[in-house]
């Protein structure tokens, strides 16, 4: 039967059988805006410095050292995280300066920024996967249901990976009045999740918005992005500056350390607080995640170059998602602050805190459920003696740049184990 308007193309029915948690590839004016892009190039979005996307080195060298015995029962906390219960209560009364921000663990933020809501890469799932039985699991729960945080005001999201868009939490505040911004191609995901296209602002790099009162803009990041089997650099990624009247903060989503940092901060900052990415990184795959010391010099690199601010360590302790030990992020940017001078927070999930207060949650929680390396915590244990912080498979990295001492491997052409490609 002809003159029903369905798609029955080989095409469409195979994009039928798609799981849900895939998402929607860009099309139409979306898929034309993105090729008109000045950051796409060549079928794919470009990085703004060179990016190996696939891990160095060979699968066998990679297998030996993620399911090395000694290395995998670290990679995991000894008990139970200790986990603020945010409550209504705490988030009725407004931030006496303004500012208040609240790790939900990973890359979750609840920032109230000058009378305003806006929630950064939420994920309030079980597993960061594109099914609900495999992949990495969370190590604790989530501080407060969603219903619990009351009214959002923006949804900022950083780039498409699983444990970035999560699939469930982007149906529940589907239901809300929130608005989303989100990069360029991303709102194909939200629009098959249900999200109404006049819910969102789809930014490029350097592009910006007006929501309420708060200005967002799309900055520049270097990573990468994909869910499914072939969408893989169809969507952008990109770290996040919201201004509002009193208060300016950054969110780097996930990327490698790049000289860019300098430009954002020079054009956007300085900012009262960054949400600085410092897990999941690894010697494979050292131009898509930072070390603790790269996101301290990103940092510095956002502020002009000179201590000032408060830095929010993020993107740590909630999923196991690369060969690090799981509280090597943690303390290495206590380490590096130390080294700078730099105001940090080290709030445990859910606990809210004001960077503008003068004094800030900075007791290491982390060590009453973590293996304390050889030696204790104090002093270089987690270094090899020179400044210089053990890699995951016994490699060092210098403290100035961040970086390995092994050389990159060749590349493999496999794409990174970001969420779902985690081991």
Known sequence: MTGTGSDRSPRARLRALRPESFGADPAG????????????????????????????????????????KEGRARRAPTGTIPVHP???????RPPVTGLRLTWMGHSGVLAEIDGHRVLFDPVWGERCSPFPFVGPKRLHPVPAPLAALGPVDVVVISHDHYD??????????????????????????????????????????????????????????RHFCGRGIRNRQHT??????????????FHSGDTGYFSGFGDIGAAHGPFDATMIQIGAYSEFWTDIHMTPEEGMRAHLD??????????????WGTFNLAPHPWAEPGEGTVEAAAGVGQRIALPCPGEPFEPGAEKLPDTPWWRGVAHAPVGGWEGSALTDGHGRRAGAS????????G???????????????????TP
């Not at 952008?236 to 009193?246: D, F, K, M, R, Y």
């Not at 956002?302 to 993107?315: D, K, R, S």
């Not at 970086?403 to 490609?421: F, H």
Request: charged fraction near 20%; glycine fraction near 10%; aromatic fraction near 6%.
């Open 29 to 68: 004016e979306r898929l034309a805006r993105i090729r008109r892009s000045p950051n796409f190039a060549d079928g794919i979005f470009q990085n703004p410095e060179p990016a190996r996307r696939g891990p160095s080195g060979s699968t066998l060298e990679f297998a030996k050292i993620y399911f090395e």
């Open 86 to 92: 945010t409550t209504v209560a705490d988030l009725a």
């Open 164 to 221: 970035h868009l999560d699939l469930p939490t982007i149906k529940a505040l589907a239901t809300t009045d929130t608005v989303f911004a989100v990069p360029l191609g991303v709102g194909a995901h939200l629009e098959r999740w249900g999200v109404a296209a006049s819910r969102l602002r789809e930014l490029d790099w350097n592009e910006s918005t007006e929501i309420g009162g708060l200005r967002l803009t799309a900055t520049p990041a």
């Open 236 to 249: 952008l990624w990109a770290s996040w500056v919201v201004q509002g009247p009193e208060h300016r903060i």
């Open 302 to 315: 956002l502020q002009g170059g000179a201590a000032a601010g408060v830095m929010l360590p993020i993107h």
């Open 394 to 401: 016994g490699a060092t990295a210098d403290p100035g740049t």
């Open 403 to 421: 970086r390995t001492s092994r050389e990159p491997g060749p590349d493999t052409g496999r794409g990174a184990p970001e969420a779902a490609r």
